[in-house]
């Protein structure tokens, strides 16, 4: 009979995890692989196209992206200790984010970016991606790092998403 996968519950921001740089990996194991397939599963159980192991309350370099949502197995992306290695172009498209539900605005993103990575078993590999691709390795590399998308607004921007938020807290609807 197959394990049921564990689904995490997503962080959200103003979680102090989500602004720590998260550790490198170094153990390619099976609790590896596990954690890998429990974010995708939380991934898609919260609807989202990307996740950041930080947003589920591992500080580590680990991402999973799946652009096409469920439509090809073939797409579904794990990047370990990944790094921006190339960048080209420039493009200004509205994000949105799990660990910010409801929020979306405009961030500024290389069009097209080449990402050097690990995958689950340690190899080396890099990938290219353009267009909402691109956005989600910038995005969720950023997470690795402690960043979040409201973190590359214009400062205005940034302090009124920030205000929005803590009155949500307030009230009890975040
Ligand atoms: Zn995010």
Not at 70 to 77: E, M, S, T, W
Request: aromatic letters at 6%; hydrophobic letters at 40%.
């Amino acid at each position: 009979m197959a394990k049921k996968t564990k689904i995490h519950e997503i962080v959200k921001y103003p979680d102090p995890v989500l602004a720590k740089r998260g550790e490198p990996i170094t153990e390619f194991d099976d609790d590896l692989k596990t954690l890998v397939e429990e974010m995708f599963e939380s991934m898609y159980a919260a609807h989202g196209i990307g996740l950041a192991a930080p947003q589920i309350g591992v500080s580590k370099r680990l991402t999973v992206i799946d652009v096409n949502f469920k439509k090809d197995p073939a797409d579904k992306l794990v990047l370990i200790n990944p790094e921006i290695v190339e960048r080209q172009g420039q493009q200004y498209e509205e994000e949105g984010c799990l660990s910010l539900p409801d929020i979306r605005d405009k961030v500024k993103r290389a069009a097209k970016v080449k990402v050097r990575a690990q995958n689950a078993d340690g190899e080396w590999f890099e990938i290219e991606g353009e267009e909402l691709l691109s956005r989600a390795f910038q995005h969720e590399i950023d997470h690795l790092d402690g960043v979040l998308f409201i973190d590359r607004l214009s400062r205005l921007k940034k302090d009124l998403t920030v205000r929005k938020i803590k009155k949500l807290i307030k009230n009890g609807e975040w």
